[in-house]
């Protein structure tokens, strides 16, 4: 089991970054991808970057390439989301997500195993 808990959302001028960062507990989470998906009114919850166990794989959204950076620190249990050059489009519930998957570097949601409670972004303009 692996529970997870956002923080280091709010709001942001155009231009402008955040950090997120998702807390694990559980005793397995060095053995899971970790995941950030977001959900923005109206739309599906779409894939934003994917990490590996060790961190030395990652995948990123096009949307968000160049712009955010998915890291994390398997001795503080957490993964994070440097997100710099914020658009409003990037306005969303930001969740966190741990996949304990076959596939490599999970990008669907249906891969994730567990999930957090999310953390909301909104970009100004």
């Known amino acids: 089991q692996v529970q997870l808990v956002e923080s280091g959302g709010g709001l942001v001028q155009a231009g402008g970054s955040l950090r997120l960062s998702c807390a694990a507990s559980?005793?397995?989470?060095?053995?899971?991808?970790m995941g950030w998906f977001r959900q923005a009114p109206g739309k599906e919850r779409e894939f934003v970057a994917v990490?590996?166990?060790?961190?030395?794989?990652?995948k990123y959204a096009d949307s968000v390439k160049g712009r955010f950076t998915i890291s994390r620190d398997n001795a503080k249990n957490s993964v994070y989301l440097q997100m710099n050059g914020l658009k409003p489009e990037d306005t969303a519930v930001y969740y966190c997500?741990?996949?304990?998957?076959?596939?490599?570097?999970?990008?669907?949601?249906?891969?994730?195993?567990?999930w957090g409670q999310g953390t909301q972004v909104t970009v100004s303009s």
């Open positions: 990490i590996s166990w060790g961190g030395g794989s990652i």
């Open positions: 997500a741990a996949a304990n998957a076959v596939a490599y570097l999970p990008t669907g949601r249906y891969q994730y195993d567990y």
């Open positions: 559980g005793r397995s989470f060095s053995r899971h991808y």
